[in-house]
């Protein structure tokens, strides 16, 4: 999950970039659609930002649904070091 959002973040670089390059200089007013441009490159920072917020919000799911069960082991066999250090783990995760 990690990786996935640091190439999310990449992207997002990426488009604050090609914003900065595609956005014309007084010289080629005329040969590009800015307009366009800035909503084309709006919607790729938005289905990115979308994106990112569902894995996020999956990851958490996930990690609360394991979460839970540990503690429920946990409270069957509450001598288990190794599981409450599995459980304080995905505990800090979420």
């Given at each position: ?38 909503k084309e ?16 919000k999956n ?27 599995q459980l ?7």
């Open positions: 999950i990690q990786e996935l959002l640091r190439v999310m973040r990449t992207i997002d670089d990426r488009i604050v970039h090609e914003l900065n390059t595609t956005i014309p200089t007084a010289s080629f007013v005329g040969k590009i659609d800015a307009g366009q441009t800035c490159l709006y919607q790729s920072l938005m289905d990115a930002h979308t994106s990112r917020e569902r894995i996020i990851c958490i799911a996930q990690t609360s649904s394991i979460v839970k069960t540990l503690r429920e082991e946990r409270e069957k066999a509450q001598d288990d070091v190794a599981l409450l250090k304080r783990k995905e505990q800090t995760k979420v």
